[in-house]
């Protein structure tokens, strides 16, 4: 499937870092993960969370579980879901809690998620508490924090036809091949239905021209070709 193809479409100006989104190509990409549990990485600062708040304009519920602490509640006001609400997590113990309790916390999403979207921003960010001393890091704190985040995603997988999008930081996977894959342990693809990249065309001056997302296939980490450029 290709995105970016020319066609008469209503741009939306976001206002952050100039960028101009096509809401039709949006749509797209809403159909592609509604009802799903999905992978949305990239490098920092290449905008997988201004992404994830522009499709959270085609659900009636969106709840963020805010982990990252470089943006304000406000800061996507201006192009987020208008019902949103932000759920402010500061250690791993409350990311548990609140995943585990959605049904309880946020009823009417619940009775109704097939409309709802639930954003983790980002499991990068929350794994890091597990490594707060790197000098004292053990394969027991790898573990731990690889139960969690099983945790974390099978709870997620039971609330479908909820579609939730976990944010994440990129890692080489295979220096062989250079292939690339969210920040997780490789085992955790086995609770996602599809994962997006996000990548960063540049120009011969260094400069950013295009935004690209490439999905990989469901437990095969296998490129498709899948273009979407905004």
Same mark, same amino acid.
């Given at each position: 499937m290709?995105f970016?193809q020319? /066609?008469e479409?209503?741009v939306i /100006?976001?206002g952050? *870092?100039g960028q101009?989104v096509?809401?039709?190509e949006?749509?797209?990409?809403y159909?592609e993960? &509604?009802?799903?549990l !999905?992978?949305?990485f990239g490098n920092?600062?290449?905008?997988? #969370?201004? %992404?994830?708040h522009?499709v ?6 969106c709840?963020?579980y805010?982990? $990252?602490k470089?943006?304000t509640?406000?800061?996507f006001?201006a192009i987020?879901?208008p019902n949103?609400?932000y759920?402010e997590?500061d250690r791993?113990?409350? %990311?548990?809690? /609140?995943? #585990?309790h ?5 009823k009417?999403?619940y009775?109704?998620?097939q $409309? ?6 980002? *499991?990068?960010?929350? /794994?890091?508490e597990?490594f707060?001393?790197? *000098?004292?890091a053990?394969?027991r704190?790898a573990?731990? *924090?690889?139960?969690?985040? $099983?945790?974390? %995603?099978? =709870?997620?997988?039971?609330y &479908?036809?909820? #579609?939730?999008?976990v944010? !994440?930081?990129?890692?080489?996977a ?7 894959i969210?920040?997780?342990?490789r085992?955790l693809?086995?609770?996602? $239905? ?16 295009a =935004? ?8 095969k980490?296998?490129t498709?070709n899948?273009n979407?450029t905004?």
């Amino acid at each position: 499937m290709e995105f970016g193809q020319p /066609q008469e479409k209503k741009v939306i /100006q976001t206002g952050i *870092m100039g960028q101009r989104v096509v809401d039709e190509e949006v749509r797209r990409l809403y159909n592609e993960i &509604k009802g799903k549990l !999905c992978f949305l990485f990239g490098n920092p600062m290449v905008g997988k #969370t201004t %992404l994830a708040h522009l499709v959270s304009n085609l659900f009636k519920h969106c709840i963020v579980y805010k982990i $990252d602490k470089n943006y304000t509640a406000e800061t996507f006001r201006a192009i987020a879901n208008p019902n949103i609400r932000y759920v402010e997590i500061d250690r791993a113990y409350q %990311l548990r809690d /609140q995943i #585990t309790h959605f049904p309880s916390y946020y009823k009417e999403a619940y009775n109704e998620r097939q $409309d709802c979207l639930l954003i983790v921003d980002s *499991m990068t960010s929350i /794994q890091s508490e597990f490594f707060s001393d790197p *000098m004292k890091a053990s394969p027991r704190d790898a573990n731990i *924090m690889n139960n969690f985040c $099983d945790f974390i %995603l099978r =709870r997620l997988s039971k609330y &479908k036809p909820a #579609t939730s999008l976990v944010i !994440c930081h990129e890692k080489i996977a295979d220096f062989k091949t250079g292939e690339i894959i969210a920040r997780v342990n490789r085992i955790l693809y086995r609770h996602v $239905d599809a994962a997006f990249r996000i990548v960063e065309e540049r120009d011969s001056e260094g400069n950013v021209v295009a =935004r690209k997302i490439v999905k990989t296939s469901e437990r095969k980490i296998k490129t498709e070709n899948f273009n979407f450029t905004w």
